[in-house]
């Protein structure tokens, strides 16, 4: 289910890109004797066309100044004692198998 849900969210995104695309193709409807400046399609793709990409003035970059304070570990240190009844079947996780 999850992924039909995904499906079609993707299929709406690709039918809304393909739709503004698709607008472009509408001044083929257009007559010479008809006015752009009339239509509301017309008017709102020439608005899309004529946007800026590129800011006419790009703004000064100022990095802010961060001076993070470190603070230090204190060691933490554990005792290890040796036991003399350690057997080899303690460096594995489980016991032996009982006969």
Do not use: W
Not at 39 to 52: K, N, R
Not at 58 to 79: G, H, L, N, R
Not at 91 to 97: D, E, G, I, T, Y
């Amino acid at each position: 289910m999850n992924a039909r849900i995904k499906q079609y969210i993707s299929l709406l995104f690709l039918a809304f890109f393909l739709t503004t695309k698709m607008a472009g193709l509408h001044v083929l409807t257009h007559e010479d004797t008809d006015v752009k400046d009339d239509c509301a399609i017309c008017h709102v793709l020439v608005t899309e066309h004529q946007t800026a990409v590129i800011l006419q003035e790009p703004e000064a970059f100022v990095p802010d100044s961060f001076y993070p304070e470190y603070q230090e570990k204190q060691p933490i240190t554990s005792a290890v004692f040796y036991q003399g009844t350690s057997y080899s079947y303690h460096l594995f996780s489980r016991p032996p198998p009982a006969a």
